[in-house]
């Protein structure tokens, strides 16, 4: 096994509660030997498995690749899944006899120069709510994840571009990535004020001269950058104007993305089931009638019931969303590896669309269970249902998707949508 240097997320907590959510939401795919280990732990009905039952299934990925993955109960869950929401083969063998993919979720590593970053998937409401032991007390046991998921021959890998045009070393992208963090560090600044800002110099560094400024150079233009960007954009703008009808029609669609959370147990994949997806796509783009019932706690209201004042976010929401950002910068998971192989300055506006998103999901939410206020719950349950999706879902890293973030960046109407939804 390589030897493996870590670069850990500093301010996110995490350890396993046993709720059973990943083990219901996820298709585990396994390797060939990990499927001979399995096949080889012997599961009988006298061990919680029905006789008869299927154990792993060769699958086809949306391009045709054949893969092996754990089969599902009726329900959707994994087959090892026990009715106490516990995991039949870590109770009988051990967690290191589970496959890999189960030992590493909710974590994710992708390359930082020589070394690895280590991220986190919020779609795991504990590392949403920042509950178990601190992440930085983990190395031990994350090297040794890590050591197993690098092909033996790792040298290190090529920095994320910063834009379509330009690729810096790996120590001016991580200037650039440092700055970002930094962005975030002041928490008496509003998270979606941090955003404005962020947008703004990001994009004057990826028109800056990459051939002469270099190392401190870089470091000067990022900070008299982000100074600039307190003095243009000094507040939220308190008068919220309206993103055109077409930016909205099209982050509707956009954030219909990231609602969707089918698993085995609801996926639908006959033809009646494509032509609903259909139908609440064509609903979502129009924003007539009513938003369609993209999964249970979404109540098909009408769209105006979402352009109320759900009141100020509560103070662990926003403590949870500026976490997300930064665990996100810091783990790389918004640009090269970690995020459909996007440019720093593509992948980050990306990542600040999360935010209308998220507040967007929230107040569905809310307003499907007949309230007029939002409630940390619903701001935690709309990110978790958002980072399932961000970077895993294939059709955000399609051009489409790309293409209308672009568009909404070119209009200018991100910013508008992060302070319409503030
Ligand atoms: S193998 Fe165990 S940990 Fe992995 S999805 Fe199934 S029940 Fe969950």
Same mark, same amino acid.
């Given at each position: ?193 941090? %955003?404005?800002?962020? #947008?703004?110099? !990001?994009?004057?560094?990826?028109? =800056?001269?990459?051939?002469? $400024?270099?190392? /401190? *150079? %870089?470091?000067?233009? #990022?900070?008299? !950058?982000?100074?600039?960007?307190? =003095?243009?954009?000094?507040? $939220?703008?308190? /008068? *919220? %104007? ?5 930016? !909205? ?174």
């Amino acid at each position: 096994m390589p030897a493996v240097s870590l670069q850990l997320p500093l301010l996110q907590n995490w350890s396993c509660h046993n709720c059973g959510g990943c083990c219901r939401q996820h298709a585990i795919s396994i390797t060939e030997e990990e499927r001979d280990r399995i096949l080889a732990q012997n599961w009988t009905p006298e061990s919680g498995i029905p006789a008869g039952q299927e154990l792993i299934r060769e699958e086809r990925s949306w391009l045709g690749k054949p893969h092996l993955q754990l089969a599902h109960q009726p329900d959707g869950a994994c087959v090892f899944l026990n009715e106490q929401g516990l995991c039949r083969i870590h109770a009988k063998y051990g967690e290191p006899a589970k496959p890999l993919a189960c030992r590493i979720y909710p974590y994710a590593f992708h390359p930082s120069g020589k070394e690895l970053t280590v991220s986190l998937r919020f779609s795991c409401p504990s590392v949403a709510d920042n509950l178990g032991r601190p992440v930085a007390q983990q190395k031990k046991d994350l090297k040794e994840l890590a050591a197993q998921v690098l092909p033996a021959n790792y040298r290190g890998a090529e920095p994320p571009k910063l834009t379509n045009r330009i690729r810096l070393n790996w120590p001016d992208t991580q200037r650039v990535t440092a700055a970002l963090d930094e962005s975030f560090c002041d928490s008496t600044t509003p998270v979606a004020l941090q %955003l404005l800002r962020i #947008l703004f110099w !990001l994009d004057l560094v990826g028109q =800056a001269k990459f051939d002469i $400024i270099t190392g /401190e *150079r %870089l470091d000067e233009l #990022l900070g008299l !950058l982000r100074e600039a960007s307190v =003095a243009e954009v000094p507040e $939220i703008p308190a /008068e *919220r %104007l309206p993103p055109s009808s077409i930016s !909205l029609s099209q982050f509707r669609l956009l954030a219909g993305q990231y609602a969707r959370k089918d698993t085995e147990g609801t996926i639908d994949l006959s033809w009646r089931g494509r032509w609903r997806q259909m139908r609440y796509a064509m609903q979502l783009a129009s924003g007539k009638e009513t938003l369609p019932p993209l999964q249970p706690g979404l109540k098909p209201l009408p769209f105006t019931a979402l352009d109320a004042d759900f009141g100020p976010l509560p103070p662990e929401s926003t403590e949870m969303l500026r976490r997300y950002y930064r665990v996100k910068i810091q783990g790389l998971h918004f640009c090269g590896a970690g995020y459909y192989h996007i440019p720093v300055i593509e992948g980050f506006q990306s990542l600040a669309l999360v935010f209308p998103v998220v507040l967007w999901l929230a107040r569905w939410l809310a307003a499907s269970d007949s309230r007029t206020t939002w409630t940390h719950a619903d701001l935690r349950e709309a990110l978790t249902l958002v980072d399932h999706q961000h970077g895993y879902s294939p059709i955000l890293g399609m051009w489409g998707a790309r293409r209308r973030v672009k568009n909404l960046v070119a209009t200018g109407d991100l910013q508008k949508l992060i302070g319409r939804f503030a």
